[in-house]
């Protein structure tokens, strides 16, 4: 239980909330320089204390040890020497660190420092020592698909871009910042070889990655995400709402305003996830309101487009739909459509290469669960850090709580 290399048990106290283990040094053992090995003496010896894992009851498992200090005839080195199982700069166990990680990675750092009995900080510095440590770094060669996207992390806005292998979902990348710098540091990593093996990127239509991309992978298709496609087209929708909402108030026309208002879910929800009482109320809106009924055909039009797995047939398709949605005359349908048509290229690339978005989803999913577990992080390499170990397998994050 209390093995120690170098030391043996002098006594072991007990109470209610803490173990106390008092170790001697075995004088049957050399001490020995750590630099270069060879025999050495000591000089003073003071007594210190470090944290174990809790010991049945108790919370509390204090180990009391004695740390050498020695100077090395050969080498001239002078150090401290502790148990080898202590962290001599935290003051705890290795195995109680290795404890710590484990459940802050399935629990919230309060809960687990709860458990623990100890602050969160202390939790979080832990647990960010051992991921450092341990996590295996990525793995940068022969990869062939990228998937880049931006986040959100905090109430203030402030985002972070992240980098995806595209085939195993693996997080490759995270930095703070939505612009353009943000993503190259990604592509500094890469030598000439890694980014000549990159056949394809999935990304957003509106972010600021394109041009980056472009000029790094010049190799490379891209292709936008479909996703955020759906998103961007659901916000022209909601705004063509809020327009007729608006249109109507002005109007004094009080029927169709509160026939409008609330209905922002109802026009975007799959029509099979609505209930009887929301598909009536959506209903009565497209008979009485054309515009809106119009944009709502060409929702549903357009996620069929996206979902065709054929690029002859997704090239038809997204040509019929531009064609629908500028004759439609609604402006902000036709604005959206003329910015499809410019880039139609890069969205059938998306079912030439075959880059779902799932995998992003996944990660997006995971992204949030994170973020709201830990309450927000403040500090950016931590979030790194937790986020390749939940993208990881299993039994690559299983390293981390080894010896």
Known sequence: MFSFDGYRIDEITFSPEIVQVQLRLDKRKRLRCPDCKGKVRSEISEPRMARDMPFGPAVYALIMYPAIRIRCSHCRQQAWLSPPEIDPRRRVTLRLLRYAALLARDLPNTKAAALLGVGDTWLRNWD???????????????????????????????????????????????????????????????????????????????GAYVSCIEEELPGAEIAFDKFHLVKNFNAVVDKIRREEW??????????????????????LRWPENNTDRQQARLDELLIMN??????????????????????????????????????????????????????????????????????MEGFNNLFARLIHRGCGYSDNDYLYLKLRQASLPDKLKVPALQK
């Open 128 to 206: 960010k020592a051992v991921l450092a440590e341990h996590l295996p770094k990525p793995d940068l060669d022969n990869i062939q698909f990228l998937m880049v996207d931006e986040k959100a992390i905090g109430k203030g806005h402030d985002y972070v871009a992240v980098v995806l292998n595209g085939e195993s979902g693996e997080l490759l990348h995270c930095h703070e910042g939505r612009k353009k710098e943000s993503l190259k540091a990604f592509f500094d990593k890469l030598t000439d070889e890694q980014k000549a093996c990159i056949q394809g990127v999935c990304v957003d239509r509106l």
């Open 246 to 267: 608006n249109k109507a108030r002005a109007d004094k026309d009080d029927k169709n305003a509160k026939l409008i208002k609330g209905q922002r879910y109802n026009l």
């Open 290 to 359: 054309e515009p809106l009924n119009k944009v709502y055909v060409l929702v549903e039009d357009f996620r069929d487009m996206l979902s065709q797995n054929h690029v002859g047939h997704a090239k038809n398709y997204l040509k019929l739909w531009i064609e629908t949605a500028i004759s439609s005359g609604i402006k902000a349908v036709v604005k959206f459509a003329k910015s499809l048509e410019k880039v139609s290229d890069k969205i059938i690339n998306a079912v030439r290469l075959d880059l779902s978005n799932g995998r």
